[in-house]
């Protein structure tokens, strides 16, 4: 059975960072598309970053230049590290993963930015 299983949500101030990890279980990341989506309160489901089997890179216009997504092959993880926080950022971040074939989805984590 696969699982995605998101970390790293927290309460942080505009201007600060933090780092977001997922975790995958009954999964090969390196064999899949990854990605970080976020949702907003009222909003639909939006990509932030993508990164694909090959190492291609996508972000959302407005998260360019101060987010990162990343995977560690090895310890089977996907990170997406953020910095320069805004309110606007604030959101339930979920990880994905897929292919061709599947599409998995973890529980998602909240980022709230505020002061």
């Known amino acids: 059975q696969v699982q995605l299983v998101e970390s790293g949500g927290d309460l942080v101030q505009p201007g600060g960072s933090l780092r977001l990890s997922c975790e995958g279980s009954?999964?090969?990341?390196?064999?899949?598309?990854v990605a970080w989506y976020r949702q907003a309160p009222g909003k639909q489901r939006e990509l932030v970053a993508l990164?694909?089997?090959?190492?291609?890179?996508n972000y959302t216009d407005s998260v360019k230049g101060r987010f990162s997504i990343s995977r560690d092959n090895v310890k089977n993880t996907v990170a997406l590290r953020m910095s320069t926080l805004g309110p606007e950022d604030t959101a339930v971040y979920f990880c994905?993963?897929?292919?061709?074939?599947?599409?998995?989805w973890g529980q998602g984590t909240q980022v709230t930015v505020s002061s």
């Open positions: 994905n993963a897929h292919n061709r074939v599947y599409d998995h």
């Open positions: 009954g999964i090969i990341f390196s064999f899949y598309t």
């Open positions: 990164l694909s089997s090959t190492g291609f890179t």
